[in-house]
DNA sequence: GCGGGTTAACCGTCCAGCCGGTACAGTAGG
DNA sequence: CCTACTGTACCGGCTGGACGGTTAACCCGC
């Protein structure tokens, strides 16, 4: 599908040149693709963020789902491990495309409420789950920001022995 | 100082209508300046975004020093705590503020690498302490993203109790 | 204690450039 | 004939920044 190649442009573009550099012509570069087939796709700019997050959290979602861990929170650490050592799922990208417009935020805001609660009260230790969860947004923060400090194996390992 | 003001009208333009809000007008009308009175104290906008990061950075190391508890991490969990329940430190504003520039992030991302490390070494358990960091920055994120789901006394008094 | 000079702090307007979006004519493939 | 584009030309609004005032406080010699 095109579209998501179109989003891979805009994400890459926030990626390593921040939001200013996010405009429709130079998206439209990035892809291949001239400003008039990118306005097929998403007939505004505010569409196209909205697209960005949308697969952001199918994707995530989904990543988690395909865990198959036995309580919801170790797929849930599973799934921000693999997301953030393998580089996809570009959330800060995603989130500074964004936060142009707090509206646009709303959808994450409400996925994120789901990853903070799903499942949280048939765990055996619900506090540590919570902690644990916690843990896994600073993990995103530090991987994106100053990845070289942090020993992911050795956190992810520490953890998983919390639960 | 005029100066700090003009910083608040700031942040608390992007705290409640995002990035795009953040114009020279926009900012100056908040602080019940003119254009020219802003320019006059922050020459170019990327200064005013800079002095936001800055203070920032400044205000939050000082919030640490000054809870002086027995361990860096401690005092870390502290000063998080009390900045995020008290409302002050708007650290998601600023750096939404900052996404436009990669740039613009890179003081930050320094201080970032400082607050994961400092200390680590001399404390009792660092793989324990650096969780526990890490789910601080979990605690900024949630807090203002969805304050309502967490309980933050508890989190708190489960954090200490890690270390 | 007063004119005059200096400076800091601030005002208000103007402009050039960029950016989102429109319009439209054309086209290759299925 | 339709979908999925290309390419160009264009527009209007907004925005960052420049610039030339203006006010008020303060200092200094006399």
Redesign the pocket.
């Known amino acids: ?3 998501d190649e179109l989003l891979d442009a805009a994400e890459a573009l926030l990626q390593d040149q921040g939001a ?9 570069e990035r ?18 963020v909205k697209g960005m997050i949308e697969r952001l959290i199918a994707d995530f979602d989904a990543l988690i789902e395909a865990q198959g861990e036995s309580t919801y929170t170790r797929s849930y650490v599973a799934a921000t491990f693999e997301a953030v050592e393998t580089g996809r799922l570009r959330r800060w990208a995603v989130v500074t495309g964004a936060a142009g417009d707090p509206a646009l935020l709303a959808p994450l805001r409400e996925a994120m409420a789901r990853w903070m609660r799903q499942g949280l009260d048939d765990e055996p230790d619900p506090p540590a789950s919570q902690i644990v969860r916690l843990a896994c947004e600073g993990v995103w923060e530090v991987a994106t920001h100053c990845s070289a400090i942090v020993d992911f194996a050795a956190v992810r390992a520490r953890l998983l022995a919390l639960l």
Not at 20 to 28: D, E, K, R, S, Y
Not at 31 to 48: D, I, N, P, Q, R
Request: no cysteine; net charge positive; proline share 0%.
């Open positions: 599908m095109r579209r200013q550099a996010l405009t429709l012509a130079a998206v439209a892809a291949g693709v001239s400003k008039g087939g990118l306005l097929y796709h998403f007939s505004t700019k505010e569409a196209l």
